[in-house]
């Protein structure tokens, strides 16, 4: 698997070429809880770094998802209409939210790494 | 639901079994209470439809109000002597309630917006005749117990329980739990009370709740509160259950939240409580706020509180704009989420009257986007009440 970089908001990203695929870590599906619908980006619609990308709805409460990187998205996780749970099942894998064609690589490397991130959800507790 | 605070969180005296068995604590209404354990929302939502659920509720207001201080020595007019002092407050018939008989109704401001809404339970027992039990929502107890006390003068005497624990056991199991622990409550009526005791603490038991199942709130001392609860706990059928999966079942009910779908600013008439004011209370009046009741009655209310469903699976949230068909916004939801039970989003919501009628299509903006939606029943899933046989 490729290299996964993270943000605050608890979202990760990994890079192919210029295509990034994004998802939220097992961390904040945790937080979440049961995950009930996650209402997804148009084809074709550009994000900025930080900027909304998704909504992901549990049972108590509505989450934003945010891009880390700027760029266009290019795929989204159909399968997350029918199958909302795969998101608590698999975070990190099978409940992918979307893809970006990224428009600017120096992002990458404001993010933080997987160490970066495992230090930080410590923190958190 | 959680709401900002001053001061230091308050604990219930099941605090320390909510950490234990692993519930994600989170501030509400002053308390630190749990949200969820380890089950998660969902499920503990489904477990309750399906067997039985332990909630601590706790952080909600109990008391007993007194009129029987030396003012009435004759047992047969204690009940009418305290009702009266109490109707002055609300809008419920307490007159009329029977020993051991509980009812809900609201405390109205002069207006007749909703102070607060409660259940008010004669006590059974001929000593406590003359006496009311008296459940208050936890983020409105300290302003709801100053203003009885404000308005009963030397006429009666509020009696606050704060060492009391409330938990309330709910679903289709929780008389078979229940009567595991407490023999006799399988034979309660829906909406009565019974004394227990345990050694020398006494419980007072009550066939009620808030989530449209079968099942009791259950007030106990709070020496004894964590083993009771332990014993509960031991049972197979139940499963502790967070405020989460109680917002969610309660709204799948059509029951109200106090602060979101009715608060001062909304009548009893509008918030689609009519059913809870007796012919003789809408008649003769005689508590706050009565004549704006008495007319939204004989005009009809503005505004009405109705249950909304949904074509897509996004849920709307509390806050949200309802359309009609033509784009005008026509109410707010005050309610909004997903229906574990029924696997779809619901919410409710105020609309103008005009279009308050069921199957009344509208629309509801989430995000920009427009959800196609319908006014619809509640409950939105069968209240399953215990009814005798």
């Given at each position: 698997?490729?290299?996964?970089?993270?943000?605050?908001?608890?979202?990760?990203?990994?890079l192919n070429g210029d295509v990034a695929t994004i998802g939220i870590t097992p961390y904040a599906a945790q937080q979440l809880g049961d995950v009930v619908f996650v209402d997804l980006p148009l084809l074709g619609k550009k994000v900025d770094a930080k900027g909304e990308a998704a909504v992901v709805e549990s049972v108590k409460a509505a989450s934003e998802v945010?891009?880390?990187?700027?760029?266009?998205v290019v795929a989204v996780n159909d399968a997350l209409t029918g199958e909302p749970a795969k998101v608590n099942a698999d975070p990190a894998g099978e409940g992918w939210f979307l893809k970006l064609k990224i428009s600017n690589r120096g992002e990458w490397d404001g993010l933080m790494t997987d160490a970066q991130y495992q230090s930080y959800i410590k923190e958190l507790g | 639901m959680a709401q900002d605070t001053t001061g230091p969180l308050r604990r219930t005296p099941l605090y320390d079994l909510h950490r234990e068995l692993g519930a994600k604590m989170v501030p509400f209404a002053g308390y630190e209470m749990p949200v969820n354990y380890p089950l998660g929302i969902l499920k503990e939502h489904l477990h309750t439809r399906e067997k039985a659920g332990l909630f601590d509720v706790s952080h909600m207001g109990q008391a007993f109000l007194f009129g029987w201080n030396g003012v009435q020595k004759d047992l047969d007019h204690r009940h009418p002597y305290i009702a009266s002092v109490i109707e002055h407050l609300v809008p419920g018939d307490i007159l009329n309630l029977k020993p051991g008989q509980m009812r809900y109704t609201q405390l109205l401001n002069d207006a007749g917006g909703i102070m607060d809404d409660l259940m008010i339970t004669r006590p059974e027992d001929e000593p406590g005749q003359g006496s009311l039990f008296l459940v208050v929502n936890a983020a409105t107890k300290a302003e709801d117990f100053e203003h009885i006390e404000r308005h009963i003068h030397d006429n009666a005497v509020l009696s606050r329980k704060p060492d009391r624990a409330l938990l309330a056991l709910q679903g289709p199991?929780?008389?078979?739990?229940?009567?595991?622990?407490?023999?006799?409550?399988a034979a309660m009526a829906f909406m009565h009370m019974r004394w227990f005791s345990i050694g020398t603490q006494q419980l007072i038991v009550t066939r009620s709740g808030y989530t449209g199942e079968d099942?009791?709130?259950?007030?106990?001392?709070?020496?004894?509160?964590?083993?009771?609860?332990r014993t509960l706990l031991r049972h197979p059928d139940t499963a502790a259950i967070g405020l989460g999966a109680r917002d969610s079942l309660r709204l799948e009910a059509g029951l109200c939240l106090y602060g979101h779908d009715i608060d001062q600013q909304t009548t009893p008439i509008e918030a689609a409580l009519t059913w809870s004011i007796s012919k003789r209370r809408r008649e003769a009046g005689g508590f706050p706020g009565a004549a704006k009741v008495q007319a939204d009655l004989a005009a009809g209310p503005a505004r009405q509180r109705?249950?909304?469903?949904?074509?897509?699976?996004?849920?709307?949230?509390?806050?949200?704009?309802?359309?009609?068909?033509?784009?005008?916004?026509?109410?707010?939801?005050t309610s909004g989420g997903f229906a574990p039970s029924l696997n779809a989003p619901v919410a409710m919501g105020y609309v103008d009257r005009a279009h308050a009628k069921d199957g009344t299509e509208i629309g509801v903006i989430v995000r920009g986007q427009t959800l196609t939606a319908r006014v619809s029943a509640m409950p939105f899933v069968p209240k399953r009440f215990?009814?005798?046989s």
């Open positions: 698997m490729s290299e996964r970089r993270y943000t605050k908001d608890h979202e990760w990203i990994s945010y891009a880390p990187m700027s760029g266009e | 199991r929780a008389v078979d739990v229940l009567e595991t622990v407490l023999p006799g409550v099942g009791f709130e259950i007030s106990v001392p709070e020496a004894i509160a964590t083993d009771f609860a109705v249950g909304l469903r949904f074509d897509g699976r996004l849920p709307a949230r509390e806050g949200a704009d309802i359309v009609s068909p033509q784009g005008a916004v026509i109410g707010k939801v215990h009814k005798p």
